[in-house]
Every structure is written in structure tokens, then in C-alpha cells.
């Protein structure tokens, strides 16, 4: 089994940056891929971005692309998520994402373990 705590989030004005973390337990993160997806009220959970293993392939959603950072330490079991130029339509709960598979998908159905969700607000 694994378990997945993300931390990080809070509120921020817009224009603002947050930076949030996902610690894992109960087996080796070296060899899947780590995501983050994150839902707004009302709305279905979407794929943010998401890193291999290796960090070699990283892939992200449009809507962050440029302003947002996927990074891991494997070492520590950790995923982070750098969020630079907020604005408010980032508002949502943010999950990590666990994926037996070394590669980034953003189909939520194919992820196996799931973190608790960590809200993030945006003020404007």
C-alpha cells in the first residue's frame, strides 16, 4: 500500500505563489509516476501536471504550463509543486497522484493511490 499526505496549500492574493508538497509512505517512489490533479467546486478533478521517475518527462496542463513547476526528490519520497502567478481560477483541492506506470497520464482513472487533498485560495 502506499499513503500520500500533501501540505502546502493555504490562501494567497493573486499574482502570489504557493509551493505544495506530497510525502509518500509504504513503497518506493523511483519507479512511477507522480501527479498532481485538483478539483473546484462543481467541477471534475483535472490534471495539473505530472513527472517519471527520472524527471524526465514531465507533462502539464495548459492552463499552467509556463507558470507552474513539477519536481520530485526520490530520495525523500516527495513531489512538489511550484505555483508561480496565481490567479483565482486556480481555487480548487489539490491532490497528489500515484501511477504504477512510468509515465505521465492526465486520465485521473488510471492513477492508483491518491493523496487527501490540500486546499488552495486564491483572492483576487
Known amino acids: 500500500q502506499v499513503q500520500m499526505v500533501e501540505s502546502g496549500g493555504g490562501l494567497v492574493q493573486a499574482g502570489g505563489s504557493l509551493r505544495l508538497s506530497c510525502a509518500g509512505s509504504g513503497r518506493t517512489f523511483s519507479t512511477i509516476t507522480l501527479s498532481w490533479f485538483r478539483q473546484a467546486p462543481g467541477k471534475e478533478r483535472e490534471f495539473v501536471a505530472g513527472a517519471s521517475w527520472n524527471v524526465g518527462t514531465t507533462d502539464y496542463a495548459d492552463s499552467v504550463r509556463g507558470r507552474f513547476t513539477i519536481s520530485r526528490d526520490n530520495a525523500k519520497n516527495t513531489v512538489y509543486l511550484q505555483m508561480n502567478g496565481l490567479t483565482p481560477k486556480d481555487t480548487a483541492v489539490y491532490y497528489c497522484?500515484?501511477?504504477?506506470?512510468?509515465?505521465?497520464?492526465?486520465?485521473?482513472?488510471?492513477?492508483?493511490?491518491w493523496g487527501q487533498g490540500t486546499q488552495v485560495t486564491v483572492s483576487s
Open positions: 497522484a500515484a501511477r504504477r506506470d512510468d509515465l505521465p497520464s492526465s486520465n485521473k482513472n488510471l492513477y492508483n493511490y
